[in-house]
Nanobody
Framework: QVKLVESGGGSVQAGGSLRLSCAASGLTFNSQSMGWFRQSPGKECEFVAAISWSGITTLYVDSVKGRFTISRDNAKNTVYLQMNSLKSEDTAAYFC???????????????WGQGTQVTVSS
């Protein structure tokens, strides 16, 4: 019954910005930590960012810190990933996740969206 639907992916030039959205349904959003992972062909699934249910605690992989910002709007059951200063290495399918705790391990997340493609050209 839990459904996470990502949107906002697309193609952008290096240095550009993009905002991903994830609409959640079928869960108590206010009590869920939310996160973003990404995966490109030939690469393992990589943690990107996460945010606690309250929005107070955030976690980022070092490569995106200072460029990406995760946020959430509990009234809209939506989590966002604002991506600035995009690089070609950010190209990947981005997946929205939901779970009990904020963690970098993929196994800690119970719910996964279908993904949205982000392509950064140089």
């Amino acid at each position: 019954q839990v459904k996470l639907v990502e949107s906002g992916g697309g193609s952008v030039q290096a240095g550009g910005s993009l905002r991903l959205s994830c609409a959640a349904s079928g869960l108590t959003f206010n009590s869920q930590s939310m996160g973003w992972f990404r995966q490109s062909p030939g690469k393992e699934c990589e943690f990107v960012a996460a945010i606690s249910w309250s929005g107070i605690t955030t976690l980022y992989v070092d490569s995106v810190k200072g460029r990406f910002t995760i946020s959430r709007d509990n009234a809209k059951n939506t989590v966002y990933l604002q991506m600035n200063s995009l690089k070609s290495e950010d190209t990947a399918a981005y997946f929205c996740t939901g779970g009990r705790i904020v963690a970098k391990e993929s196994r800690a997340w119970n719910y996964w969206g279908q993904g949205t493609q982000v392509t950064v050209s140089s």
